[in-house]
């Protein structure tokens, strides 16, 4: 009985917490931000596709793209810093890669992959959005072990190698924050 009335009030309770602020906190535009951006994200890409032509090898997967955005407009943040950006999608791919090898590829083994990364990189400290997407990409492509390498972890590194070179180069940016 005790329970039922916490879960009630929780339930009740959920239209306020929804509600949220009508505005939030904004930092000021830069266009040399946004340019710089512009710039960055898209050399990142033109790097992974240059280097799948030259491998012959497909090293781009849409995560990637979600990434650049995290690495090139919003570099300051942890979710885009090294251990989060290579980690994350690893820990995804190496999730994704485990689910199909049990056999599982359907809309559970889909959900189950994405819901499990999330769980894991949070343990690891390695929490990056777009490796969501990596799972879900792996298990729908039924990756197998190779995955993990080419396209996830060359691409990965790529762009992380982009990130260190054109956010450095500059003076109003610096990538990594940190490290580890």
């Known amino acids: ?41 898209t050399a990142s890409i033109l790097a992974i596709l240059t280097v799948t032509h030259m491998a012959g090898h497909p090293l781009l997967i849409g995560s990637f793209g979600a990434s ?47 819901g499990l990364s999330i769980f894991l990189m949070y343990l690891t400290r390695t929490v990056h959005p777009p490796g969501g997407a990596t799972a879900l990409i792996g298990v729908q492509g039924h990756a197998g072990l190779f995955f993990i390498l080419i396209p996830v972890l060359a691409g990965v590194l790529i762009l992380l190698a982009t990130a260190l070179l054109t956010n450095n180069i500059v003076h109003h940016r610096q990538y990594p924050r940190h490290w580890l």
Request: glycine share 12%.
């Open 68 to 114: 650049a955005v995290l690495l090139f407009g919003a570099a300051e943040s942890p979710l885009a810093q090294p251990r989060n950006l290579l980690g994350g999608h690893l820990v995804s791919a190496l999730v994704a890669v485990a689910v199909v090898a049990l056999g599982a590829t359907g809309m559970l083994a889909i959900s189950l992959a994405v």
């Open 1 to 41: 009985m005790q329970e039922e009335n916490r879960v009630r009030r929780r339930v009740r309770r959920l239209p306020g917490k929804m509600r949220g602020r009508l505005r939030g906190h904004h930092a000021p535009l830069s266009l040399k931000y946004a340019l710089w951006g512009l710039i960055s994200g």
